[in-house]
């Protein structure tokens, strides 16, 4: 069973920069490709970044390009992403989520319903 747990939520200035991580257990980290969404209140899911399994491929959501860069380090079993020029409507609870492999290969999506575990959940306020 896989299991992610975020960390590195918290209150920020804008203008502000913030790291998240995200650490996985419970499968072989280097065939889970991992994804960040956010979702902001009375606001429905939205795509952040993607990265694939071995990191050889990233895309990211419109609205955090050349602001935000996900990264993942396999010997850690972890991914972040780090949040840099930071604004009021970066304001959200970010999930990381991972889609399982069957084989060794490079993937990203940025549609929720193809990862299939999910983070708790970590909550980002941006003060203006």
């Known amino acids: 069973q896989v299991l992610l747990e975020e960390s590195g939520g918290g209150l920020v200035q804008s203008g502000g920069s913030l790291r998240l991580s995200c650490a996985a257990s419970g499968y072989t980290f280097n065939r889970i490709a991992m994804g960040w969404f956010r979702q902001a209140s009375g606001k429905g899911r939205e795509f952040v970044a993607a990265i694939s399994e071995n990191g050889g491929i990233t895309r990211y959501g419109d609205s955090v390009k050349g602001r935000f860069i996900i990264s993942r380090d396999n010997t850690r079993n972890t991914v972040y992403l780090q949040m840099n020029s930071l604004k009021p409507e970066d304001t959200a609870v970010y999930y990381c989520?991972?889609?399982?492999?069957?084989?060794?290969?490079?993937?990203?999506?940025?549609?929720?319903?193809?990862?299939?575990?999910w983070g708790q959940g970590t909550a980002v306020n941006v003060s203006s």
């Open positions: 989520a991972g889609r399982v492999t069957q084989t060794y290969t490079e993937t990203v999506w940025s549609t929720e319903e193809r990862y299939g575990v």
